[in-house]
């Protein structure tokens, strides 16, 4: 129980181009999203809070006009990184939660590479 | 807001030998200690995870242990296996839907 999907696994795009990624609850109600990107031999840092049908809070000093999250439904959380630049590369990864729960499931991340 | 660190940052041990990770947290807050494993390009999977109201979990070849009035939690993989290579990330937590606060990491290389 508790799977999270993740898609695409990978994308690569030119600079400048808008770049979206799904993360879904597959066999459990998310009321709380998480998105992290994470640096080779890095940590996990979070980047966004998403629940169900409200605002997502940004951690400080990442873009939200640029890091756009969508949770429109208790099973799917999205984030498009805006007018993506080589600095953006990096792997991203959404976690997610449910009542009751303190436990975060990892979805299987996104490889993003800006040309 | 939270602050954990983490250390060691890497650790080499013999096939058999035992593993030990700590770290320390900041928030007397958090009350949710989880520890994570994460193989190169794979998502963290979670090994173990401990609360505050309890002293010490163990879960076959893994132990978590937590001092709340140190601040400080620990995982313990004994006669650790070269399947047990990776990245070991312990966080903290208030729980619930919390953001969780993850150390810098330990890469653990068990030599055969």
């Known amino acids: 129980g508790a799977v999270v999907s993740q898609h695409p696994s990978w994308v690569i795009c030119k600079s400048g181009t808008s770049v979206k990624i799904e993360c879904r609850s597959l066999?459990?109600?998310?009321?709380?999203m998480f998105w992290y990107r994470q640096f080779p031999k890095q940590s996990l840092m979070l980047m966004a809070t998403?629940?169900?049908?409200?605002?997502?809070?940004?951690e400080q000093g990442v873009e939200k006009d640029k890091f756009l999250i969508n949770h429109a439904s208790l099973t799917l959380s999205t984030l498009t990184v805006t007018s993506a630049h080589p600095e953006d590369s990096s792997f991203y990864i959404c976690?997610?939660?449910?009542?009751?729960?303190?436990?975060?499931?990892f979805g299987p991340g996104t490889r993003l590479t800006v040309l | 807001g939270e602050n954990v660190e983490q250390h060691p940052s890497t650790l080499s041990v013999q096939e058999g030998d035992s593993a030990v990770i700590k770290c320390t947290y900041s928030?007397?807050?958090?009350?949710?200690f989880p520890w994570y494993k994460q193989e190169l390009g794979k998502r963290p999977q979670l090994i173990i995870d401990i609360r505050s109201n309890v002293g010490e979990k163990k879960d076959q070849r893994i132990a978590v242990t937590l001092n709340k009035t140190a601040k400080h939690f620990s995982l313990h993989i004994t006669e650790t296996q070269p399947e047990d290579s990776a990245v070991y990330f312990c966080?903290?937590?208030?729980?619930?839907?919390?953001?969780?606060?993850f150390g810098i990491g330990t890469k653990l290389q068990v030599i055969p």
């Open positions: 928030d007397s807050a958090s009350n949710y």
């Open positions: 998403s629940n169900e049908g409200s605002k997502a809070t940004y």
């Open positions: 066999d459990f109600q998310a009321t709380t």
């Open positions: 976690s997610a939660t449910y009542r009751g729960s303190d436990t975060q499931y």
């Open positions: 966080a903290a937590s208030n729980g619930g839907y919390q953001k969780v606060t």
